[in-house]
């Protein structure tokens, strides 16, 4: 007869009142794994999302930085515009390694969001777009046929919603302007996904713009120039230099104070297990004042009391940890898509990533969950006098 | 001469209620010797169970001198006290005191398990067949009559091998025949292993077949006289 076996029968003399406080745990832990996977899983896709965009340094017409940074991961530029006479005095930098201009432009598209109408996000792309990104690949069609050619290549997904395949005519409206689909891009996990592209020179001529940008991205030879290459650049009238890792920094800080706050729920449902895990051992030893006062008569001493209500303690923190765990993973995807309803931005990539060391950690949390919460009652219980334990419980 | 199992001096426990002071167990001087069969009989709150207690070291003496064998324990803390409870002496109670949870073979061994005593089962399986409840292992509390449940007490009393066993009113629960039987074992115990016992009983048919009976009235010992007078009052 070992203690874990006397414990694990205790338990099981209340098995509502036991599943109730192991279920209790197991909300506190799934709520633990649920907010620290989404912090995990946000960070990761943040940091996908940016590194995927290509370059280390993106230059946009002066205004608010973190609407830049924040319309940059939409897309890749602001709504403000320069001159491209920028573009031609940074291309011969011996620092560059390759650069890209981009103009991105919105259209109201009145057929959008299931007939609501909404913006349409067009992006004006040169050749060296593919410079910047190696990694994307045709599914199907080519580069346009000619710089001022009035095609498109679409994103993946923006083909796949539209069900464009090549030579299909894409209508802009507003402008009034019929494209031809050129190519088609495969799927990357970004952004660039849900975007329709067209070469640069058609975009300025059809929306306007003439000789005007939004982004220029630049990747630089050595990552180390990028305080000097801001530097430089710091005098050019009407541009900001925003550098990628300035960006992350950024975004992270903003995303802070919300982790403040996901961290803060996750503490007060700790504290509340804790306090009902508390509550019901100590209900157990109450009702076993008697039980108690006869195992000291035949021998317990403070110790073994102690260990049999501190192992009961445990053992109902290890179940709600396995319950937690299991639960947790089992209700990420939903997390995730609820998550994606609520959040005005959310990266690309799964948003609530449950790592196996997240996993261990909850695990091993629990089990300290029950360790501290099962000091309290296993010292009630062990420091029982015997004769009055058994007198008290008549 | 044989060792004195228990040996009392003066021995007093004092309980308080509000402002006022009962004695439960008044300066008794004691001695038990190793072997033999006590009774404590006397009326209720004459002190019975109050004495076995403070024998068992279950309970802490108010005043006096008390010792097991040959050892103080008058003044022992409670870490002490659990060396005499786990092995040395055992108990019985009126009311069976089993663990409800555990099943009557589990009862037996959770003696053992806190005695830290190994070979917990093959020893357990010996003592419930002893006391005639080898078919009954498997049966929670719940599920045994009075008698079968003060049995599976006494098998947990004696798997730890002791040296005195004290009962408090062990037929207390009991019909008459059950309560028969549960003497038997304890005179054959005695007669047979030698094994100290002190039984606490209201019953005097039970409580005279030990080898001595000694009565108690307001916590102290009173003579053969006044007894002979109590037995007939009962």
Known sequence: MKSIAIAFKNLQRKKIRSFLTVGGVGVAVAVLVSLMGFDEGYQRGLRSDIDKMGFQVLITAKGCPYEAATLMLKGGGGLRYMDQEVYSKIINDPRVAAITPQLVHTVYDPDKNNGQGGLALYMGIHRSFLDLKPWIKFKSGNWFSQDDAEEVIMGYEAAEFEQRSIGDKIFIPGIEKILTVAGIFERTGTQDDGLIFLPLVTAQNIFGLPDQLTGIGIKLKEISQIAGFEEDLYDEPGIQVISMAEVRGTIFNLISSAKVMTNSIAIIAIFVAVIGVVNTILMSVFERTKEIGVMKAIGASRFDIFRIIWIETTLICVWGGIMGNLFAIIAARLVEHMLRGILPYAPSGHLVVITGGLLLSSFMGAIIMGLVAGIYPALRASSMRPIEAIRRGE | ?234
């Open chain 2, 1 to 234: 001469m044989s060792t004195p199992v228990i040996k009392a001096n003066n021995l007093t426990k004092i309980y308080k209620l509000f402002a006022e002071e009962i004695y439960a167990v008044n300066n008794i001087d004691l001695e038990i010797r190793c072997g033999e069969f006590v009774s404590l009989m006397g009326p209720s709150g004459s002190g019975k169970t109050t004495l076995l207690d403070l024998m068992g070291c279950l309970d802490s003496v108010s005043c006096g001198r008390l010792e097991v064998l040959g050892n103080e324990v008058s003044c022992a803390r409670e870490n002490d006290l659990v060396k005499y409870r786990r092995g040395i002496i055992s108990f019985i109670f009126q009311e069976f005191l089993l663990i409800p949870s555990l099943t009557a073979l589990e009862n037996v061994e959770l003696s053992l398990h806190f005695s830290r005593m190994t070979k917990e089962r093959k020893h357990s399986l010996e003592i419930m067949e002893r006391v005639g409840l080898g078919h009954r292992i498997n049966h929670l509390p719940k599920q045994l009559s009075g008698g079968e449940r003060q049995r599976v007490a006494i098998a947990r009393a004696l798997a730890v091998s002791p040296q005195l066993l004290l009962a408090d009113e062990p037929t207390g629960n009991l019909d008459t025949k059950s309560a028969q039987e549960i003497f038997s074992i304890f005179k054959k115990l005695n007669e047979e292993d030698g094994l100290t016992i002190i039984v606490a009983t209201h019953n005097p048919k039970l409580g005279l077949q030990a080898s001595r009976t000694i009565f108690l009235q307001d916590g102290k010992i009173i003579s053969k006289e006044k007894s002979s007078l109590f037995l007939e009052m009962i």
